[in-house]
């Protein structure tokens, strides 16, 4: 059920025999989505069809709620998990049933809260007390302001996941005494200018900032960190190569649109998945990584002064157009398309993903296979990619007296024949 797409979803199983009929009631996720209830607002033509539509959804989506919320609590011995909210357009007057929607959730003893509730106008909703004095809540996923930050985190001590998305008016963020902290995201939080968290036990750090500003960042203590997402146009070598430096258990490491780093070296040996993704000023990379199992690459060009993990299962290249009409792809001896000074290991089970490439597929195609033969060599640019095509015609169209496999000296058969 946890995977169905909303609760009507969860609902409609209860067709399915008698022994169904009421099993949907007590699952104990209850997700509220807006959209997927009633759907959006379009095709409507004027301003008082559309407050109609507005007021008419409102009354729906306030029933169905009721209904299923207290359906659940009566069956299910009031247990809830997890509560998500997320309504995109709310009238003023609809915040008396959404206060008392995550009252009844949180008086259930509820471990996941999940709200994004914008008011008309674009206001924000404000948070009722009774969020901050829980003490079952384990996982917080909000669009708050400054205002409620410091007593949140003062009042929910067992907080595993933290995650604020445009959050207006936050312009510190700092997080102590939360021992049992291991994820933070902060996406698009414009106004912040200092990060400062003391958090030992973090697993998973995330920060995403759209606009070019200077701040300041303190990981320092983060030694547990595993997996580290940054976009930020600001980030610059030296401040990357700090923070690299603290976190010696880093598995996962994403970069993306980072356009200040032109030259960065990533060196561990627990990092098993790189992404690197339109770090425009990015001139030299120094990967040195030998248990990298996935690699992700987008960009004009492969900026690599070495990758040669022997570990490596999967490589997802994402080659943009320059504009320029030259090749951003060429191998030392100038005649194959292939990057220059990168060498992907020759082992069978690689998993090589070429989305929309600007180099001929048929080239790209001939190069990779002479050296070596994969397990998988797909392509995900979109469905009307002619790799399979081109495979298939290679294939048909290969010589009895393959003149192709000529360049190997060894005697091995080229790709077509072998």
Known sequence: MGRLRCNKDTARTCILSKRWRDIWTSFSSLVFDQRKIIGQLSGLKTSSEVQTRIQRNMKMLANYVDETLHRHVEVNDGRIQKFVLHITY????????????????????????????????????????????????????????????ENMIRACPLLEDFRLIYATGLKVFKVSNLAKLKRIDLHTCSELKEVNLQAPNLETFCYVVLK????????????????????????????????????????????????????ITISSYKVKILILRECKQLEEADIISPNLLSFEYKGEKMPFTSLNPSSLKEAKLYFKPSGQGESRLRNEDNHTP????????????????????????????????????????????????RLPKLVCKKLITREKDPSCCTYNASGDKCWRHF
Not at 97 to 119: F, G, M, P, S, Y
Not at 367 to 375: A, N
Request: charge should be positive; include cysteine.
């Open 90 to 149: 709310c009238k003023s007057e609809l915040t008396s049933h959404v206060d008392r929607w995550i009252d009844l959730a949180i008086r259930n003893n509820i471990k996941e809260l999940d709200l994004a509730v914008t008011l008309d106008l674009h206001k924000g909703y404000s948070l009722p007390q009774c969020v901050l004095a829980a003490r079952t809540i384990t996982a917080l996923r909000l669009r708050v302001n400054e205002q409620m930050i």
């Open 212 to 263: 070019y500003r200077s701040y300041k960042i303190d990981l320092s203590t983060c030694n547990a960190l595993k997996s580290l997402t940054l976009e930020d146009a600001t980030l610059k070598d030296e401040s990357f190569q700090n923070h690299l430096s603290c976190f010696p258990a880093l598995e996962k490491l994403v970069l993306s649109k980072c356009n200040f780093l032109k030259n």
């Open 338 to 385: 292939w990057p220059k000074g990168i060498f992907l290991p020759q082992v069978y089970d690689l998993k090589l993903d070429v989305v929309k490439s600007s180099v001929d597929l048929e080239d790209l195609l001939d190069y990779i296979l002479r050296t070596w033969r994969p397990l998988t060599l797909s392509s995900l640019s979109t469905s009307r990619s």
